[in-house]
């Protein structure tokens, strides 16, 4: 059973928004670490920011000011609200959820951010 699903991804033009979800189930979502990557074409998998269980965020240099991130324990959700997006933003978002404590690690499948005009 895959723990993690996101949502929200799509096609935007440059400068435009997208909000991305991720929906965590079978997992106590208030005890980990979540945070977004993405995977760009040819490119490996980055960090484009994490959310500790405490919310302190941290961001990759290339998105600081223009992407938050931000988690609801309450619904087991993480968002990353994405603005002033540009064609190097394009790639496959995963959402992670990291417990150290454990070791736990999980992955959702991903979905496609495409910035174009």
């Known amino acids: 059973q895959v723990p993690l699903v996101e949502s929200g991804g799509g096609l935007v033009q440059p400068g435009g928004s997208l909000r991305l979800s991720c929906a965590a189930s079978?997992?106590?979502?208030?005890?980990?670490?979540m945070g977004w990557y993405r995977q760009g074409p040819g490119k490996q998998r980055v960090l484009v920011a994490t959310?500790?269980?405490?919310?302190?965020?941290n961001y990759a240099d290339s998105v600081k000011g223009r992407f938050t991130i931000s988690r609801d324990n309450a619904r087991n959700m993480v968002f990353l609200q994405m603005n002033s997006l540009k064609p190097e933003d394009t790639a496959v978002y995963y959402c992670n959820a990291h417990r150290s404590y454990s070791g736990a690690d999980y992955w959702g499948q991903g979905t496609q951010v495409t910035v174009s005009s």
């Open positions: 959310i500790s269980s405490d919310e302190r965020p």
């Open positions: 079978g997992i106590v979502f208030r005890l980990y670490s």
